[in-house]
């Protein structure tokens, strides 16, 4: 008989022996490719010359460039360090309060997880099992806007209070030219989902695709990337790639235990035993996953709490689709607080600020984040409407 540290070993072994994890490594270079290849800068320009011109208008560039980056990029920190590095020290020259620029960078570059691609997605579909990734991806959309759109909101007010002023209109001959300058970087997107929903590749396929992609761009188009800059990016993704291929073994080493342990089945059952009524299920899940969020890194609490949270949910009618990205929705809020927020760590060090000084200007924005996880929450057809007009999920969800 095997022992159990055989065992355990085994699965962390099988934990990362899945084809779709291939995807992580590649994304990772992709994203690296593009933070050192000058497509932050071209996509601060163009988000600039959309909505600079509004009352505070460097929170909204902020915001919207942290959108865009990070949905090409699939990295929140990355989104923090190569869109803060330019736009807190530009807003702290223009007079913004300089907690309040690491705030609205910090919760930002967040929003890049739901939209896609996002490597968060991709172990979730592996850990659920059911879900097909090219969904999940267009599953993220229009919630990550959404979630932009709400902590815009909260810069809108903070801009008018303290009486933030907007740059000049650009002209439309300043916003085609920006768009000109940024279309190759945002080209991106469209060659990752469009081609997965096409057919013509796998969702691995485009994270390969994708590193061509961002290749050239760096090497070639923008040439701001050096043939003797790779072995160091090729390393730096090796780390990456490591760390988390990693927690995914012990998450999924853990999770088997749990299983064994009927600890899944037990939580369920104590979930439904406090209530049936689906609104405060899903309010008491909520909470629980914000409450990890905070001190747990993203990867292994997707895989240890989808196999405790699914069949509750799944009861309640709701999508597994939906949940994902309910499930990212909390944990992206997480990254964002401390003792384990990446992102705020590394916001603060960015923009030189001190963790007790931000608090009060993120918790605002904290609220505008759990206002649309909320919504998520409840209104099943801002997570299933994409996939479902593109054929990939029969219904927009459930109804009360």
Request: with cysteine.
């Amino acid at each position: 008989m095997a022992s159990s540290e055989m065992i355990v070993a085994d699965r962390m072994v099988n934990g990362v022996s899945s084809f779709s994890l291939l995807a992580i490594p590649f994304f990772v270079l992709s994203g690296i490719l593009m933070g050192r290849g000058g497509m932050a800068r071209r996509l601060i320009d163009f988000a600039g010359a959309l909505v600079g011109r509004f009352p505070g208008g460097l929170a909204y560039v902020n915001t919207l460039t942290c959108m865009l980056f990070g949905s090409i990029s699939g990295s929140a920190t990355a989104a923090v360090s190569s869109v803060g590095g330019f736009m807190i020290p530009e807003m702290n020259r223009k007079g913004y309060n300089r907690e309040f620029n690491v705030a609205v960078t910090t919760t930002a570059a967040t929003t890049g997880l739901i939209i896609p691609p996002s490597n968060i997605m991709i172990v979730y579909a592996v850990a659920c099992g059911t879900v097909s990734i090219a969904a999940i991806f267009i599953a993220g959309v229009i919630p990550g806007i959404l979630m932009g759109l709400c902590i815009m909101a909260v810069c809108v007010v903070y801009a008018l209070r303290h009486g933030y002023r907007g740059g000049d209109k650009a002209p439309f001959a300043m916003i085609w030219l920006t768009f000109r300058r940024a279309f190759l970087s945002l080209f991106l997107m469209v060659v990752i989902i469009g081609g997965i929903l096409g057919g013509i590749f796998t969702a691995t396929e485009a994270a390969a695709v994708a590193v061509a992609y961002s290749l050239v761009l760096a090497l070639f188009v923008y040439r701001e990337v050096k043939f003797r800059d790779l072995p160091e990016i090729l390393r730096q993704t090796g780390v990456t790639t490591a760390v988390v291929m990693f927690l995914i073994a012990v998450s999924s080493a853990m999770s088997w235990i749990m299983t064994i342990s009927n600890i899944p089945q037990t939580i369920s059952s104590g979930l439904v035993a406090i209530t049936e009524n689906r609104i405060v299920l899903l309010l008491i899940i909520n909470l629980l996953l914000l409450f990890v969020g905070t001190f747990m890194d993203m990867t292994p609490a997707v895989l240890i709490f989808t196999p405790i949270f699914l069949p509750v949910v799944r009861n309640l009618g709701m999508s597994d689709i939906q949940f994902g990205i309910m499930m990212i929705a909390n944990l992206c809020i997480g990254l964002c607080t401390p003792p384990v927020g990446s992102c705020l760590f590394v916001g603060c060090g960015v923009g030189k600020v001190k963790i007790e000084g931000v608090t009060k200007y993120i918790v605002p924005l904290f609220a505008a984040m759990v206002v649309a996880l909320f919504l998520v929450t409840f209104i099943p057809a801002i997570s299933l409407c994409v996939p479902y007009l593109c054929g990939l999920v029969p219904s927009l969800g459930w109804t009360f």
